[in-house]
């Protein structure tokens, strides 16, 4: 029988042989040839735990903590490694409903299976704890500490800016960021944030089977050490940002106090303003809500966003202006007569000032001296061939003093302001216009508006006998020490330095013996300007332009209060207490500031 | 009672490339083992007899013991005992029935202490022996025909217990007798029929009966041209082919209850009929990816993530190619199919230059289970086939299935020598 069948053995070799074959293509094709199963096994047993740097802090110019950071736990998903688990624990334990959990798990699963996806946000510390215990009975979750923003002072909201959660465009634009991650959306957070963030670290962990960390992978040799961000030095003055914010608490308006030498932003003021600490956490998405819709509008920055006309204090440039063309000189005289200056039927009323030079001009603020003033510069044909360029020429000094531009420092969205130009005119009153048809501009009413922050940079031009140094709000990045340079230099302004001493001068007699009188602080020389910008929605606003102490600036102020009347009733004894606050770091004239404090203009 | 003469046997030298192959087998399991065991951070001490590498050691120990004495004893005995180790074995696998206790399912151990013993592994080996002893015995018979159905009896009782026992995958292997019997002359038709059935089978389960029909139709058309003029041929044409359909739709039916659910679901898997990687495939996706992760040359040894996070579920018994597969990459798996290759081919050859039968008939008998554990087990974990748990012999942990594995090999080995 066997030598009948002895060349079944060559048939049993060969189907052996085959077999063989096929499982070795096999193996072949699943070791080598297909590399999924590496990135699968990497997904089931490596987990790469980002750690989140803390936020660097921001600090005052004093050295005042402004903005640091909180402890938050995130209870992350990662909805591959999801086995079924006890439904309702989990929507007791975070207080969810199972639609919520599913919803969340829906999303969490669309994102991405592996990749971990945020699936509550900032569990309390005990909820923490409780879940940390039982995380092996919730596969596929764990616990991500990462760090809140917290505010010890309610102020400021809007130069520091908030974080919040990155968005899809976020993502897109840096690949540094993932989904979950937190971001400055706007303000100091957003301008710093590459300083702030710090550098992520990565961990790499083993997992075993039922999701318990079992040591790190390849003895950390891949993990990477985060960065904590750095710390931040603003320019803002703490104490006397929370004192304007109290000044201008119940009123509508900005300030703007700015240290002229250095064009540090020593407060910055918008009124209604909010709490930052609303914007943090869990809470902010229903807080923003309440904000955006608040008719009050205190997410607007007036600051910095606002454009107004700038009234009487807009005679100050103008001023400088026709000294620096050679209409007037320190002696030339207009009258004022006849109730104003008139155009034809029309007058621009003023009150009958009789003959002032510049300086009495601006200690009265008189209307038909600037208004004037302003003509004569629009009309001066021995420099200029026609109106067009003659107004050109007027545009440009005033942006030489920082007007119709942007100082794109590190400030959130500034406005440019808006000053007609020339093309406008001849577009409007079809080529046949003249100084009389825009001689409003030249008190500062009319066509022109500008931002409190342009305000106070030309104050600071002022201050400066000429220059300005753009407007910032971080004086040191990582040391207190270690300054801010990049936005030191000095820009000249078109006017020659001793035009400012005329104009400054002036200034002084404003508050010595003029319309700001109330702007006086014992043993300080204020020089200052009044101003009431015209508002045909309703009451005129209160403006006052400070500049403290007048031979030695420290600092420029300009205050704005909508619907406030004329500048002498509100805005100024508002700016005086501030620089009285910050000159002195105590108030005396603690009557006019309870009276302030108490003021609601709504 | 033949007589006990060591020296005169040991003349001729047992065969050492099978004793070679057979201890780096051992050698490589139990390194394995100790690998599927290992906590990277944690001290994992050779010595720890809570350990089932240690223990592995005791397995691996005694088993050579085994084996030498296997080599020294007259292979007269072996011969003459194969019927009493067969009825042992099958008095130890029913006394499970009764006292046996349950480990995954199957109540096919008996415990004595913290020890427990598979009586199954063994009745492998005895049942390979009794089988020789009994063909060897049917050559002089008369009526050839009781032989058949002897073999038949000798496989079907202890399948019979074994499906009993809940342990298919066991009554699985002993069906690997059929390389024995096709050997020996079952006809080659016998084969074909199986084979075709077992298509049908697939095609059945895997879409649905009308394309087993239609392959079915297709091929009766062919053969009734062919034989249009032997009348003969076209009965039988006929009766195979409406033979044919009764089986395709018996197929259903005989799946739906002749298994267990978890069996149907493992089937299912293989055919691509559901998927389901984080329930009830879990484990053989897990096992794909422990294997397909080790690329060429393999994680390294000790480093393979997924054995040692417990991704792979049985990893140091039933899955313990997963690790190899893992830490040594396709090279590792290749020297593993390389040493089975030769250890099968090596069997194989060697009793087919027997010229005592009965040698040959064994020889070809544990070839044939070698086989069916080889590619089953592996099958599984490279998912071409559904889950059935057997062990891979020599490698896996378990002191039953290396002990019988020693002893049917040195059986052979002892026999051969003769």
């Known amino acids: 029988m066997s030598q009948d069948n002895s060349n079944r053995y060559y048939i049993i070799l060969a189907v052996l042989g085959i077999l063989m074959a096929t499982y070795t293509i096999r193996l072949f094709n699943l070791q080598v040839l297909d590399k999924s199963y590496k990135r699968k096994a990497n997904e089931n047993a490596i987990r790469e735990i980002t750690i989140h740097p803390a ?35 989990l929507c007791r334990v975070l207080d969810l409903e199972i639609e919520d959990v599913r919803k969340k798990l829906d999303k969490a699963a669309k994102y991405s299976g592996s990749v971990p996806s945020l699936f509550k946000q900032q569990i309390s510390k005990e909820d923490y704890g409780y879940l940390q215990e039982k995380m092996s009975e919730f596969p596929g979750f764990f616990v991500q500490s990462r760090t809140l923003r917290s505010y010890p002072q309610p102020i400021a909201a809007h130069i520091l800016g908030y ?19 937190y971001i400055g959306k706007s303000g100091i957070e957003k301008a710093y944030e590459s300083v702030l963030r710090g550098i992520k670290g990565k961990r790499k962990v083993l997992v075993d089977v039922h999701n318990r960390e079992m040591g790190s992978y390849d003895n950390g040799a891949e993990d990477v050490v985060a960065v904590p ?20 608490a119940g009123k509508r308006g900005a300030i703007v106090a700015i240290e002229p030498k250095t064009g540090e932003i020593l407060c910055l003021i918008s009124s209604p303003n909010y709490d930052p600490n609303l914007l943090v956490g869990t809470a902010r998405p229903k807080n923003y809500g309440k904000l955006v819709m608040d008719p009050e509008k205190p997410l607007f920055n007036r600051a910095l966003q606002a454009a107004y006309p700038p009234g009487s204090t807009f005679k100050l440039a103008n001023g400088l202006i026709a000294l620096q063309d050679h209409i007037i000189t320190t002696s030339t005289v207009y009258s004022c007569s006849g109730g104003g200056y008139h155009i034809g039927s029309h007058v621009v009323h003023c009150h009958n000032c009789g003959g002032l030079n510049i300086y009495s001009a601006i200690q009265r603020s008189c209307n038909t001296f600037f208004c004037r003033a302003y003509y004569n510069i629009l009309s001066n044909r021995v420099k200029y061939k026609n109106i067009d360029e003659a107004y050109t020429a007027w545009l440009d000094y005033m942006s030489s003093m920082g007007f119709l531009q942007v100082f794109n420092t590190d400030l959130p969205y500034e406005l440019k302001g808006r000053i007609p130009t020339a093309e406008y005119f001849d577009k409007k009153y079809n080529n046949s216009w003249n100084g009389n048809t825009v001689v409003s501009m030249g008190i500062g009413q009319g066509e022109a508006a500008v931002t409190p922050l342009q305000m106070a940079n030309m104050l600071a ?92 600036p420290q600092i420029v102020i300009f205050c704005l209060v909508e619907n406030g009347g004329f500048g002498a009733t509100v805005a100024c004894p508002i700016a005086s207490l501030m620089a009285e606050f910050y000159l002195n770091r105590k108030v005396e004239r603690t009557d006019l500031e309870t009276r302030m404090k108490e003021l609601n203009i709504k | 009672m033949p007589k006990l003469d060591p020296y005169n046997k040991m003349s001729k030298g047992f065969d050492v490339k099978l004793i070679c192959y057979y201890l780096a087998l051992v050698l490589i399991g139990w390194i394995t083992i100790y690998s599927t065991c290992y906590i990277p951070d944690g001290s994992t001490p050779i010595f720890d007899f809570g350990q089932p590498y240690s223990k592995q050691m005791i397995w691996i120990g005694t088993s050579i013991l085994l084996a030498t004495v296997i080599l020294l004893i007259d292979s007269g005995i072996i011969q003459h005992y194969a019927y009493f180790f067969y009825l042992f074995c099958l008095f130890l696998m029913i006394l499970v029935l009764f006292i046996g206790a349950e480990i995954n399912g199957a109540k096919s151990w008996i415990k004595i202490g913290s020890f427990s013993l598979q009586p199954t592994e063994f009745m492998k080996v005895a049942t390979a022996l009794a089988m020789a002893k009994f063909m060897q015995e049917g050559k002089t018979a008369n009526e050839k025909r009781y032989v058949w159905i002897g073999q ?24 690997s007798f059929i390389i024995l019997f096709y050997r020996e002359g079952l006809s080659s038709g016998f084969l074909v029929m199986c084979i075709i059935a077992a298509i049908l089978t697939i095609i059945t389960l895997a879409w649905n009966e009308t394309y087993s029909i239609a392959l079915l139709t297709a091929v009766f058309i062919v053969f009734m041209i062919a034989n249009r003029t032997q009348k003969k041929k076209l009965r039988r044409n006929v009766f195979v082919y409406i033979a044919s359909i009764l089986f395709v739709f018996s197929i259903n039916f005989l799946y739906e209850h002749g298994f267990e659910p978890h069996q149907k679901q493992r089937i299912d898997t293989i055919l691509g009929k559901t998927s389901d990687p984080l329930g009830a495939d879990f484990n053989l996706n897990q096992s794909k990816i422990a294997i397909g992760s080790g690329g060429l040359f393999g994680k390294g040894y000790l480093k393979g993530t997924q054995t040692k996070l417990k991704f792979v579920p049985e990893q140091s018994t039933d899955f313990i190619f997963c690790a190899i597969g893992e830490e040594w990459g396709f090279f590792g798996t290749l020297v593993v199919f390389s040493l089975y290759g030769a250890l099968i081919f090596r069997i194989l050859k060697l009793s087919e230059k027997q010229r005592n039968p009965f040698v040959r008939y064994y020889g070809y008998g544990i070839a044939g289970i070698f086989i069916a554990h080889f590619f089953i087990n592996i099958g599984m974990t490279i998912g071409l086939l559904p889950i059935i748990g057997i062990p891979l012999p020599f490698i896996s942990y378990g002191g039953s299935s290396l002990w019988a594995f020693t002893m049917m090999l040195f059986c052979f080995i002892k026999l051969n020598d003769n």
Do not use: C
């Open chain 2, 152 to 175: 038949f009896a000798l496989i079907l009782i202890p399948v019979i217990v074994v499906m009993l026992q809940h342990d298919a995958g066991s009554a699985l292997v002993f069906g």
């Open chain 1, 461 to 552: 031009v002022i201050a400066n006998k000429g220059y300005y140094i753009r407007p910032h709000v971080v004086r040191a990045i990582g040391h207190r020490d270690s300054l801010n340079t990049q936005f030191n230099d000095k820009i000249y302004s078109k006017i020659e330095p001793r035009h400012f001493e005329t104009v400054l001068q002036g200034m002084k007699m404003v508050v010595t013996a003029g319309t700001g009188r109330g702007a006086q602080i014992p043993g300080i020389e204020v020089a200052g300007k009044t101003g009431t910008a015209q508002n045909p929605q309703g009451r005129d606003h209160s403006v006052f332009a400070l500049i403290a102490p007048a031979n030695d």
């Open chain 1, 163 to 181: 974080v919040s959660e990155v968005d899809e465009q976020d993502v897109e634009n840096d690949n540094y960021y993932k989904m979950g991650d």
């Open chain 1, 229 to 248: 961000g750095t710390s931040i030095w603003s320019t803002l003055d703490m104490q006397l940002q929370r004192y304007g914010e109290e000044l201008m």
């Open chain 1, 55 to 89: 936020r660097g802090f921001i600090y005052d110019r004093n050295d005042s903590l402004l903005v640091y950071n909180d402890a938050a736990y995130d209870l992350m998903v990662v909805p591959k490694e999801m086995r079924p688990f006890d439904t309702m624990e």
